[in-house]
């Protein structure tokens, strides 16, 4: 079963409190996700470590059922 | 504890100064990320050597540990990560891959 954009979104927000999210369709499958991701924790981290903050947030669904979510992160004050 | 697939992967790693671990082939991509990272490479004319991960699955799952990082395409440049393809996108997209490739000595042919 692939993983819905609440889905999704509510995992990031556990790990990320503070996080703005924001969940884009690129298909029209309710497989294929665009995840634009704001976090006060991002804050002096590469955008590596941004993006594997994101995915041990997922805790391993990333690469697995979600094998299509397009990440974007940035760090807000 | 040495782990020989991990082995293999660093030895390629330091062999190869822009290496990109990839599903199928420049030229027959079986992925969209994987073609959109090549794209990108090709566009700014850089020589890279390319790892099908589709026919190696114990560098498919090793590369991921690897890397901590659970997808593929994976770009390491000098025998530094530098991403997915997300992420060279958005360096790509913000003129910043180009400056980051040269300031490691990559040459760019079409820069």
């Known amino acids: ?77 | 504890m040495s782990n020989p697939v991990h082995d293999r992967i660093q030895s390629e790693v330091s062999a190869n100064d822009v290496l990109l671990f990839m599903k199928g082939t420049p030229v027959f991509p079986q992925c969209g990320f994987s073609a959109a990272t090549v794209g990108i490479l090709t566009n700014l004319g850089v020589k890279f050597k390319a790892i099908d991960v589709l026919k190696d699955p114990e560098i498919r799952q090793g590369i991921k540990e690897f890397s901590n990082w659970p997808t593929i395409p994976q770009l390491y440049v000098k025998g530094e990560f530098v991403g997915g393809c997300d992420i060279l996108r958005e360096m790509y997209e913000a003129d910043e891959l180009a400056p980051f490739l040269a300031e490691k000595g990559i040459i760019l042919e079409n820069a």
Not at chain 1, 13 to 19: E, G, L, S
Not at chain 1, 32 to 43: E, L, P, R, Y
Not at chain 1, 44 to 66: N, P, T
């Open chain 1, 1 to 77: 079963m692939p993983m819905s954009a609440t889905e999704i979104e509510t995992m990031i927000r556990q790990a990320f409190p503070d996080a703005d999210v924001t969940m884009t369709a690129l298909a029209d499958d309710n497989d294929h996700w665009s995840a634009m991701v704001t976090s006060s924790a991002f804050k002096g981290k590469s955008r590596v470590q941004q993006h594997q903050m994101v995915y041990a947030a997922l805790q391993g669904r990333m690469g697995g059922v979600l094998h299509a979510l397009s990440l974007q992160t940035a760090a807000k004050d």
